[in-house]
């Protein structure tokens, strides 16, 4: 293997996902959304269903280049497992955090410990990131392409096999679903509000096992980009396996749906080839034709990525929360109030609620590029 500089257009493509999380959590009215900014009801798949598994993806890429530099710079096995153990931990603790603010301060919010979700994105990155740190410390590439097949062999013969009580097995429905039972009964009372059926979580627990074969198919790329291959070459690599990724698991559809809900294992595959495509494309612009200028906001996003989410989820947050009471006797929000005012006046209401979330997305980017203007680095 090469000592592979740092890439650029790896950190240009995590900050477009970041963004991009921005943008489809935080329109102006969640009743008026353009479609590719939703995500699918459950079945099939939108743009929107693309970005958490590429940033868990790119999350595993990320992982190939960290700790062959750490290696490179003395770092044994039982070093590098305390310290995704201890990020692990904290990107789960802020998670955490992020679902209990603002713990109460404010008239709008309770705060109850009895219903507070356990799961989220963040708790499903920690999740992901120990489980696939701790497979990566303890076997090579093959080792890591058999845990990533077997895990998805595994989900998916649990989803269609396992007998869920009242429903049977290969249930494949909000209510009736595996995941749903173990989520509903373990996690009762701590699962999304919004899910699709209630007791169900989108980021539950059984779900979390092919989001970790997600994470396992972006170190797997990652080792193959340290090696000492042209540009030109691992980008044509890049789109071609991509390619056959998304081939596949179209074939798997046919059989297991592809479900973002579910995160089934045709929904894995399809995810880490549309990931290959997409960083293809980016790896093409940037490292080979060194086109760098128009990537350079995504880049500043990418620094930053996971404190520039807990912001915006924090920022999101107060704008809901912060109310008052208006002068018709009215209760509005500092959200709804913005929207009224400065938005909704534009334009048609899809294009009034799309302005919203693109502000949204640039009042963040000028704190990203303020952070790396003075080189602060927010390691979470």
């Not at 979700?117 to 701790?134: E, K, N, S, W």
């Not at 539950?204 to 074969?213: F, Q």
């Not at 107060?318 to 208006?326: S, V």
Request: charged letters at 10%.
């Amino acid at each position: 293997m090469s000592n592979s500089p740092r890439l650029v257009s790896l950190d240009a493509f995590r900050g477009a996902t970041v963004a991009g999380m921005l943008l489809v959590n935080n329109p102006g009215s969640w009743s008026t959304v353009y479609p590719p900014l939703r995500h699918a009801p459950w079945h099939g798949w939108t743009p929107t269903d693309l970005i958490f598994p590429c940033f868990l993806w790119i999350m595993g890429v990320s992982l190939a280049f960290s700790f062959a530099r750490r290696r490179e710079e003395g770092a044994d096995r039982a070093a590098l497992f305390r310290h995704v153990l201890r990020r692990s931990v904290i990107i789960f603790g802020v998670g955490l955090l992020l679902a209990a603010f603002p713990f109460g301060l404010l008239p709008a919010h309770h705060l109850s410990l009895g219903t507070l979700r356990l799961p989220g994105v963040l708790q499903r990155i920690a999740l992901c990131y120990l489980a696939a740190g701790a497979i990566f410390l303890r076997t090579g590439p093959r080792g890591l392409t058999v845990w990533a097949v077997s895990l998805l062999a595994a989900y998916w013969a649990m989803l269609m096999l396992v007998p869920v009580p009242g429903y049977g097995a290969g249930v494949l429905e909000p209510t009736g679903s595996l995941p749903w039972w173990i989520d509903s009964h373990v996690l009762a009372g701590h699962t999304w509000s919004g899910a699709p059926a209630p007791g169900f979580d989108p980021e539950g627990i059984l779900s979390t096992i092919p989001a970790i074969a997600t994470v396992l198919a972006g170190i797997l790329v990652g080792l193959w980009l340290r090696r000492a291959v042209s540009p030109t070459t691992k980008a044509a690599r890049l789109l071609m396996g991509g390619l056959v990724m998304l081939i596949a698991g179209a074939v798997m559809d046919v059989w297991l749906p592809i479900n973002k809900n579910l995160w089934t294992s045709s929904y894995t595959v399809f995810m880490a080839g549309w990931a290959m495509v997409l960083l293809a494309a980016f790896y093409w612009l940037i490292e080979v034709h060194g086109w760098r200028r128009w990537a350079q906001p995504f880049v500043w996003y990418g620094m930053n990525a996971l404190a520039l989410f807990v912001l915006a989820g924090l920022s999101a947050r107060l704008l809901g929360l912060i109310q008052w009471t208006g002068s018709d006797g009215v209760q509005i929000s500092l959200k709804g109030w913005l929207y009224a005012a400065c938005f909704q006046p534009v334009g048609s209401p899809l294009d009034a609620s799309l302005l919203f979330a693109v502000a949204f997305v640039l009042v963040h980017l000028i704190i990203a590029w303020e952070l790396a203007r003075r080189k602060w680095l927010i390691k979470i």
